[in-house]
């Protein structure tokens, strides 16, 4: 009949063995959850990235476009005051709609950018 010393160092060795594996598999999980973090950064950071590269060349061409109009608004009128003053007015008005609208505005861009995290957990789910 094995002694209780022998036992003792059996049970000590089993503990140590569900430790050891208990730890591994936490910082298994750990890592898991770091590489996972990184790849949706990652993912958002390259859609954020080409997004800002869009709307960069969109407003050079809105720039380009306004300014265009406001000549040849300016050579309607024979006056180049009055066409790039009609343009101002214009995007004057245009950020007034964007300020009375921003709530709206900042609901639509919160909802996308839910529904694009939501849509990454639905990808590395299947």
């Known amino acids: 009949m094995p ?8 049970l000590n060795t089993l ?6 594996d208990l730890l591994s598999y936490i910082n298994r999980r750990i890592r ?17 990235g080409y997004g800002l590269m869009v709307l960069s060349i969109v407003a050079v061409l809105m720039f380009f476009v306004l300014i265009g109009l ?8 024979d ?17 007034l709609f964007v300020f009375l ?5 900042k609901e639509s861009i919160l909802n996308g950018t839910i529904n694009f995290f939501r849509g990454l957990e639905d990808d590395e789910g299947q």
């Open 3 to 10: 002694n209780d010393n022998d036992a003792d160092k059996s």
């Open 15 to 20: 503990v140590e063995k569900i430790k050891l």
């Open 70 to 77: 406001a000549f040849f608004i300016g050579e309607l009128f």
């Open 101 to 105: 609208c921003r709530r709206k505005i």
């Open 79 to 95: 006056s180049l005051a009055a066409g790039f003053g009609i343009m101002a007015l214009f995007s004057l008005f245009v950020l």
């Open 32 to 48: 898991l959850f770091k590489l996972d973090a990184f790849e949706k950064l990652s993912i958002s950071a390259s859609v954020a």
